[in-house]
């Protein structure tokens, strides 16, 4: 098991009984020392806030601090996935189905690594996409990378969806 798989396997349970999913960790080095990258999401799918992300510091500092994977001094740095968010998990893509997405392949398909195209569903574990130059299936396995691309119709349905958000804590403060 590498660092990384390590990390995921220590922390990923306490995020998910705090209600988070963590969507990626990565072991970046920096020109100074290591940085551990931790991206999550509240499972609620409301957006992260800056409480979000201090609580979560403070979880894996104490987590890692007891299990001790990285052996050298680290900056830890917990983020959001943003819009432009990448999709690390089959359930990210039965999530996103219907938005377009940039995705890259380990080995070609249809002589191709890279691609962009709307996710149109998932088959066990081969993605659906209508890409730009017609249907292709891609295993989730030999995705290298993928992640949503920022569009008109995702920016008007997160702007839809932050903004019921709003409504809804207003009408709980007046109720409260």
């Given at each position: ?17 705090m209600?988070?999913r963590l ?10 020392r290591?940085a ?18 201090t ?9 890692l ?11 830890l740095e917990?983020?959001s996935?943003g819009l ?5 998990k ?7 189905t219907?938005?377009?997405?940039k ?19 998932l088959?066990?574990e081969i993605?659906?996409l209508?890409a ?8 989730f396995?030999?995705?290298?990378s993928?992640?949503?691309a920022?569009?008109?119709s ?8 932050q ?14």
């Amino acid at each position: 098991m590498d660092i990384v798989e390590r990390i995921i396997k220590t922390i990923e349970p306490s995020l998910e009984s705090m209600g988070y999913r963590l969507v990626q960790v990565k072991l970046a080095e920096g020109s100074r020392r290591k940085a551990l990258l931790i991206m999550a999401e509240r499972a609620d799918d409301v957006f992260m806030s800056f409480d979000d992300c201090t609580a979560i510091s403070q979880t894996v500092s104490a987590l890692l601090d007891v299990d001790d994977p990285i052996t050298t001094a680290y900056d830890l740095e917990v983020m959001s996935p943003g819009l432009d968010r990448p999709l690390t998990k089959l359930a990210d893509f039965v999530r996103y189905t219907g938005y377009e997405i940039k995705c890259e392949t380990l080995i070609p398909v249809e002589n191709r690594k890279r691609f962009k195209g709307i996710i149109k569903g998932l088959k066990g574990e081969i993605i659906s996409l209508a890409a730009d130059t017609g249907d292709v299936e891609l295993g989730f396995g030999n995705l290298r990378s993928a992640k949503l691309a920022v569009t008109e119709s995702l920016v008007a349905d997160t702007l839809r969806k932050q903004k019921k958000e709003e409504e809804a804590r207003e009408a709980a403060e007046k109720e409260g």
